[in-house]
């Protein structure tokens, strides 16, 4: 069962985007990626199940620039 990895990774995307910046860059760089290796996963693929709108819009709310607070704790 993924489910405590699908919760961690959960958990730290949003607060690694938290911080902005970089961080922020550096998950817009995997965007583009991302969606082409869930378009392009063959049918026999557990990734073929993923909802590709989903994971852009994760992904869009997460690089928002109104998401990074400058401070995670808070």
Known sequence: DDSL???MLGVFFPFYASFGGSN?????A???PTLQ???NAPL????SAVDVEDVANFF???TSPSFATGDPLE
């Open 37 to 39: 290796t869930l378009f």
């Open 44 to 47: 026999s693929s557990p990734l």
């Open 24 to 28: 922020q860059e550096s998950l817009c």
């Open 60 to 62: 869009m709310s997460i």
């Open 30 to 32: 995997a965007v583009l």
């Open 5 to 7: 990895l699908r919760h």
